[in-house]
Structure formats: structure tokens, C-alpha cells
């Protein structure tokens, strides 16, 4: 399930499992994802141009960096990033005790001063914890978030190749190409770079790289994690869909999104709907787009479905914006039947003025590539994804060219080729898919990996995924 402030374009996610912060607002680096920040051999005898030693004693001899320090030797280099891997092959020369241990500064300022974060390896690296996430806290006191006992030891006179890959507030921890620890604790500073540290120990450092890298898709699932539950017009199959009252029911559900369907009055007011008349699921008849607001707002919108929800109404996309601001849940938004651009700033306004409309909040989709253009224009931090019933010839290409996070197939149209979905894992793609309603078919999809499952059944999903645990 997702607990985590999901942003779009700078976070951290996945998403699943820890609660995630959200980083501060970091400076751009000219760099894109994939582009080079640092990349040290040293060749020379000197320093290179921007490494600043901080404390402890650091040369270039004999084409490698020599840091050596009684106490946090430290040396800053590189530049403030969200989103960078950071990598070095290091050598253990000298060591006090096996507990001592080097590390990869990941949000140092450029000073050295507290607080900053690191990413630790010990000498006796197989101890429990041999490798740690770490804060040094503005009091000068440790913070240990994370630790985990290598596989191997890194003693001394042996290179070993240490990997640090970190979005936001997460980081995750390589040893010799094995990962052996994540962490989703990281707090982010606004000038925060990267350093070298050196603790009771001679550690020589070479070919040291910090490469940018493109921020994490927060709604691809952990390994180890479940499929994101997503109401599909609310509990439709115990509440009539698309109202208050089917969106309360999934979000006791717990239902990770909430789907819905945005339609325009003729008086230009958004609505919540999905078909284009209003006959099946109210008292009333008509379409929807010729019928004003007063119309609407008198519609039973309940009974058809069952005598207990009588009264029910057709809910704004405003009101429903405001319930999920007021009781929670995030918002899955279908834009449907917008003929212009103002009609897509319609819905939009209607969740902003009801105080939703953020990356963390409301994801967009549409069967309608216009529409995800136009919702991109007028609020480009909002995830967004391509709701389609026959996949594309190459899907990965048209959420590159539309800029996804998302791409939506139904269910039938994945079982023509399920590989797509590990197509677009490797491409950072999220795949939401609808609308599945049957445990046999949730195995099917979990058995693929895809990161949501779009469902009428949102509480019998998420006791089914308990189940499975």
C-alpha cells in the first residue's frame, strides 16, 4: 500500500512500504539524468580543482586519493542533487580496529559542518553492522537508521567497489555490484554535496563517480512489495459508484487511490461520472454536458442501486476533492469528454480550489493523449497515465513522448503481451491496470508484477494481497 507523500518528477516512489519524506527543493546542476558530475581517476599529484579537505590528512600519491583521519577526516566535493548515483573503488591501508571504517558522504555541506548523511562500510564489514546509513546530528551525536552485515569482509589491501544510489530520502547501499541495505530516512538540505570520510583509518579512493540520475517513479512496486489498490469509481461493488458514499467505503478499505471520472455541466461546473448520460445510475435522464449544476444536485444518484442509498447525490469534482481533503485519500482522476483545454483547467481548479490538487494527491489519466498534454501544461508536477484497451506498438515510446509515470492497459489488452510490463519497469514505467475484479486474475497480474490493480472490489483485494503474504 502506498503511505508515502508521492511526488512527481523529484522523490522518492516507489512506493511502497516506509513512510517517505518529501526532500527540500534542491539546486539544479546542469547535468541530466545520466550525466556525469564527478568522475576522478587521480592521475595528477595534486587535488583535484573543487575538493575541499576538511579535516584529517588527504593527497594524491601514486594515482589514488589517500584520506587518513583519527576521527571523521572529511573532504566535500561535487554539487547539491536529488537524484545521483554515487560510486568508488576503496581500499582499506590501515586500520586502527576492524570497527573502524570510511564512507560516502551523500549530503555534506560544503563546509563539513553537521548535519550530514552518510553511508558507511566498516573494515570488519561483516559484523551486524558492517554497513550503516548514518547521521551525524546537529549536536555532533550519531544517528544510525540502518545497518546490515556484508556478505564479505573488506579488511584491509583489498579494493572493493561501494555504490550509493539516492533518491529524495532514499538510498540504497552496493557493495562489490550486491545491494546490502536500503534506507528511506535521509533528511535533504538545500546545499548538501558529496564527500569522502575516513574514521580510524588510511583508505585510498579511485575512479570516484557521482552521475545524475532520473528521479524515481514512486509509483513502481518494491521487490518485495504489493500491487497498489485502486477503487475503481470507489467501492462500486458495495456503494453506487462515483459518490461520497462509494469513496468512504474504499477508503475504509484502505484503498491506495481512489478512481474517478470528471465530466463538465452545460453550466461548466466538473462533475463526477462516468457514462454520458446520467440515466443508469440516477433518477434522472439526459447527458450529462446539457444538463445544468441545479439539475444535477437534484438527481438521486443512490436508489438505483440499493433503497439505503436513497438521496445519495452526484457529487462536484470540487466536493469530492474536499472529502478527500477532510477524511483522506488520494485521487485517481479520469478526465473524460473535455473538448478544450479550459474544460481540463476546470478539474483541475476544482481540486485545487479544494486544496488536493499536488503530485501527492491526484494522479491524471485518460484515454485521451490531448488530455495529458493539456493537464501537463497546466499542472506539470502531476503524475499522469495513458488509459488504453489495446496496447500500443511500443507503449515504452508513448509514455516517453507524452512524459508518463503511468502506462493503464485493461486487463484483456496486457494478456496479449505481458512482457510489456517488464518493458516498461525497465524504462521507469508504472503499470496500472483495469478493471480487475477476480483473485484468479490478481494472481495473474501479481504473478507479472504490475504496480496497481484497478478494482470495483478494493477490500476484497487487499485481503486477498494479505493473504498472500
Known sequence: MISAALTAGATAPSATGAERVSPTRLHAVSAGPGGTVVRQSFDGTALPAGWKPVSGTWKVENGRLVGTGGSR?????????????????????????????????LDVPASGAT????????????????????????ADTWNVTDTAAAVGAAGTGKDVRVRVDVHGSRADWYLDGRKVLGTGALRRSADGRQALLVDGATVSFDDVRVTALAPANPYLRAATGEALVVAHRGASAAAPENTLAAQELAR???????ETDGQISKDGVPYVMHDSTVDRTTDGT??????????????????????????????????????????????????????????????????RAAGVLTPDRVFVQSFSKQHLIWARELAPGLPRGYLTSTLDADPVGVVQELGLTAYNPSATALATRPSVVADLHRAGVATMVW???????????????????????????AAWQASQG
Do not use: C, H
Open 115 to 138: 548535519p550530514w548523511w552518510i553511508a558507511t562500510l566498516r573494515s570488519g564489514s561483516t559484523a551486524s553492522n558492517g554497513v550503516e546509513f548514518a547521521q551525524r546530528t546537529p
Open 252 to 258: 475504509r478499505a484502505g484503498a491506495d487511490l481512489i
Open 435 to 461: 478493471t480487475v475484479d477476480q483473485p484468479a486474475q490478481w494472481k495473474t497480474l501479481e504473478s507479472l508484477g504490475v504496480d496497481a490493480i484497478i478494482t470495483n472490489r478494493p477490500a476484497e483485494l
Open 73 to 105: 577526516a572529511r573532504i566535500t566535493f561535487g554539487a547539491p542533487l536529488t537524484d545521483f548515483r554515487f560510486e568508488a573503488t576503496a581500499r582499506f591501508e590501515k586500520v586502527a580496529e576492524p570497527t573502524r571504517w570510511f564512507a560516502l558522504g
Open 286 to 351: 439526459g447527458d450529462l454536458t446539457t444538463l445544468t449544476s441545479a439539475q444535477l444536485d437534484a438527481l438521486d444518484a443512490g436508489s438505483w442501486f440499493s433503497p439505503g442509498y436513497a438521496g445519495e447525490r452526484v457529487p462536484t469534482l470540487r466536493a469530492q476533492g474536499a472529502d478527500l481533503k477532510a477524511r483522506g485519500g488520494r485521487l485517481l482522476l479520469e478526465i473524460k469528454r473535455a473538448a478544450s483545454k479550459d474544460q481540463v483547467a476546470r478539474m483541475l481548479d476544482a481540486l
